[in-house]
Every structure is written in structure tokens, then in C-alpha cells.
């Protein structure tokens, strides 16, 4: 029988072995390199887009900022003219008061009372002057209280005062205007 010693050829079957797990070890570490450096660059191209799409959105979010300050501004503005038109309102619709006002009181004004003053604030109405007698003041405040257009009128003062060398009462009497129906306030129901 022949003898063949095998022990050289175990060991180079080793070798080999050795140098194929060494090549495999290199190229899974070469792998585990390269796929830790891809990670890397596309989450750093991720994070690069992220924030582009972040500053675009702040520049975005600062433009709007501007168009609702324009807009705040723009609102400001039209609640100002708002206002002044219902001023304007106002006046226009409340322009013919003083005539009737007026009107009213040479209407309702007794023989015998002389006004010194007529002075309005607000609603409130003071009316200062002359009569000879004072049941002629009761029945001016009566004519008042019956007029669309005063109510609540309340004597203040009433004293003795001598006028023209001519004994006479100095009154001071207040009243309240009142608004009455639109078509009154505009002369279409008062015809007389």
C-alpha cells in the first residue's frame, strides 16, 4: 500500500480558506464603508433640500407677513372712512333739525314770551328769556311736552327781573329733543 502524507495539503486547503474569509472580510468591510458613506450623502442631500424648502418657506412666510400688514392697513383705513361717512350720514340726515327745531319754537312760543337764549348739547335743549307771566312758561313747557319734536321739558329757574324799566319773570327751562317718524324729519308728514 501506498502512503500519502496529506498533512501538506490541509494546510495549504487552510491557506486558501484563510485568504478567501480575509478577501470576503475586506470586501463586507469595503461595503459596510461604502454603504455608510451613501447613508451619508443622501442625508445630507435630504437635510440640503429640507432646508432650501425651509428658507423658501420663511421668504414666503415674510411676503405674507407684508401683504397682511398692507391688508391690516388697508382695513384700518376703511374702518376710518367708514366712520367719517357715517359722520357725513349724520349731518346730512340730522341737517334740517335746526330749522325745525326753530320752526317748532316760533310755533309753540305763547304771546307775551321773549327768548334771550336757545342753546342745544346734545339732545338737551336750554331755553332762557322773558315773559310777563309765568302761566305763560306752563304753557309753553305744555306746548313742548305735546310737540313731536321736544320732550320732557323741566322749568329750572324762574325769578322776577326788571327789563326795559318793565317788570318781567327771567325763566331758564330745559328740554329734550326727540326724533320724530322719518317721513316727519324729511317734511313729508308735516305740511304745515
Not at 501506498?2 to 494546510?11: A, D, K
Not at 349724520?90 to 333739525?97: F, P, Y
Not at 330749522?99 to 338737551?124: A, E, N
Amino acid at each position: 500500500m501506498i502512503r500519502i502524507n496529506l498533512l501538506p495539503h490541509r494546510e495549504l486547503a487552510r491557506a486558501a480558506r484563510r485568504r478567501q474569509f480575509n478577501a470576503m472580510l475586506a470586501v463586507a468591510v469595503a461595503a459596510g464603508v461604502l454603504v455608510v458613506v451613501l447613508g451619508h450623502f443622501v442625508i445630507d442631500a435630504r437635510q440640503s433640500a429640507q432646508q432650501a424648502r425651509n428658507s423658501f418657506l420663511e421668504q414666503e412666510i415674510a411676503k405674507l407677513d407684508v401683504q397682511i400688514g398692507e391688508i391690516k392697513k388697508i382695513r384700518e383705513q376703511t374702518q376710518a372712512l367708514l366712520e367719517r361717512k357715517q359722520v357725513v350720514e349724520t349731518l346730512q340726515a340730522n341737517r334740517t333739525e335746526v330749522v325745525h327745531l326753530v320752526d317748532q319754537m316760533i310755533r309753540l312760543l305763547p304771546d307775551g314770551l321773549y327768548l334771550k337764549s336757545f342753546r342745544q348739547t346734545g339732545d338737551v335743549v336750554t331755553i332762557s328769556g322773558y315773559t310777563q307771566s309765568s302761566a305763560r312758561v306752563s304753557t309753553l313747557m305744555r306746548s313742548l311736552n305735546d310737540s313731536e319734536w321736544f320732550d320732557s321739558a323741566n322749568l329750572v329757574e324762574i325769578k322776577a327781573a326788571t327789563v326795559n324799566n318793565a317788570r318781567a319773570n327771567e325763566f331758564v327751562l330745559t328740554v329734550k329733543q326727540t326724533r320724530p317718524q322719518a317721513d316727519d324729519a324729511n317734511g313729508k308728514g308735516d305740511k304745515a
